[in-house]
């Protein structure tokens, strides 16, 4: 069931402590969005904005995610759209479903941290360092977020 029916969008540079139900919080600089689970159990729902997981879309008026926010490392396993701001609920998943899309999710990741590093790795004529401090701080919020 889905008691959190509209997300407000509200850009920001970097997450705050408290997170409100009912706002889907963007940070640009750190390319995630996170939210308070919007089946009401209020656990924080962070996503990370890469091409293998998910993308956001800003219409002026309201925001979008792409895919869906599928919850299933809660334990309320909500699944849900976010369309211009409002919340649909989607199917749950059955548990074949949650370990296919687990799976696709983990080598989606893999081959785009791959071609990431890939792309680090090789030698290049104008090196750019602050790409380096950048990813460096994003892991540093992560953790914060998840102690
Ligand atoms: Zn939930």
Same mark, same amino acid.
């Given at each position: 069931m889905i008691r959190t029916k509209q997300l407000?969008?509200?850009?920001?540079?970097?997450?705050?402590?408290?997170i409100e139900t009912g706002v889907l919080y963007v940070s640009m600089e750190y390319a995630t969005a996170a939210h308070r689970c919007c089946c009401g159990c209020g656990e924080e729902?962070?996503?990370?904005?890469?091409? &293998?997981?998910?993308?956001?879309?800003?219409?002026?008026?309201?925001?979008? /995610?792409?895919?869906?926010v599928g919850n299933w490392n809660l334990r309320c396993r909500s699944h849900y759209f976010v369309?211009?701001?409002?919340?649909?609920?989607?199917?749950s998943w059955t548990k074949k479903q949650i370990? &296919?899309?687990?799976?696709?999710?983990?080598?989606?990741?893999?081959?785009? /941290?791959a071609d990431k590093s890939a792309v680090v790795a090789a030698p290049q004529l104008h090196s750019r360092p602050v790409e380096h401090d950048r990813s460096s701080r994003l892991i540093g919020w992560?953790?914060?977020?998840?102690?």
């Open positions: 407000r969008h509200r850009f920001v540079e970097t997450m705050p402590d408290n729902v962070i996503t990370p904005f890469n091409p &293998a997981q998910w993308q956001m879309s800003f219409n002026g008026d309201a925001v979008s /995610l792409h895919p869906s369309r211009e701001g409002r919340v649909i609920e989607a199917p370990e &296919a899309g687990q799976k696709r999710d983990k080598d989606a990741r893999t081959q785009y /941290l992560f953790k914060s977020m998840f102690v």
